[in-house]
């Protein structure tokens, strides 16, 4: 999960590598129990006697693995490869099912470190990291990262150190 350890720099540690927060798979979840309810609920009504159950079978089937695939396993995939790392000297967000997208941010760009949380993130623990950098890019919201105070108190030293000259947190 995350970055892989060939492409960190010399004397570069990971700190820290997650996903977001599972809550992003709740919607995909319930859309799956629903899909699946309701599908082999529409195969069981289908009157054997009619003329074309079988071709009405295939359809709601079809339908169904349509509507997971959307609904259910591409949310899911989205989730499991999107992945944040937090090393000794950047903050990197790798994203992407078939195309894959690379943000790295230096922690010696970064000028503020903050987290936003809702009542109910508060509860799930996690919520919004806004990171501000010296980059074309500004500000920086990240959703639903879990552990948000302590990604955030991480990020926060590791930056005092970088901006320190104290890359390796000794």
């Known amino acids: 999960?995350?970055?892989?350890?060939?492409?960190?720099t010399e004397g570069e540690r990971i700190v820290h590598s997650f996903h977001p927060h599972w809550?992003?798979?709740?919607?995909?979840?319930l859309a799956f129990v629903l899909v699946v309810a309701a599908s082999s609920?529409?195969?069981?009504?289908?009157?054997?006697?009619?003329?074309?159950?079988?071709y009405a079978?295939?359809?709601v089937a079809v339908v169904a693995v349509v509507a997971l695939t959307l609904w259910t396993f591409i949310p899911y995939l989205r989730w499991k490869t999107t992945s944040y790392t937090l090393?000794?000297?950047?903050?990197?967000?790798?994203?992407?099912?078939?195309?894959?997208?690379?943000?790295?941010?230096?922690?010696?760009?970064?000028?503020?470190?903050?987290?936003?949380?809702?009542?109910i993130e508060r509860i799930l623990g996690c919520g919004t990291l806004r990171v501000e950098s010296a980059s074309e890019k500004g500000e920086i919201d990240y959703l639903d990262i879990p552990k948000i105070q302590l990604?955030?108190?991480?990020?926060?030293?590791?930056?005092?150190?970088?901006?320190?000259?104290?890359?390796?947190?000794?």
């Not at 809550?23 to 979840?29: D, E, N, V």
């Not at 790798?94 to 009542?119: C, E, H, M, R, Y």
């Open 1 to 8: 999960m995350g970055l892989p350890e060939h492409h960190l």
């Open 23 to 29: 809550k992003r798979l709740i919607i995909p979840f």
């Open 41 to 54: 609920a529409a195969i069981y009504f289908i009157p054997n006697d009619y003329t074309y159950s079988g």
């Open 57 to 59: 079978r295939i359809a």
């Open 87 to 119: 090393t000794s000297h950047r903050f990197a967000i790798s994203t992407g099912i078939l195309n894959k997208s690379d943000d790295d941010i230096p922690l010696a760009k970064v000028n503020s470190v903050s987290s936003d949380q809702k009542f």
């Open 151 to 170: 990604v955030r108190q991480e990020l926060f030293r590791l930056v005092e150190d970088a901006s320190d000259g104290n890359i390796d947190g000794k």
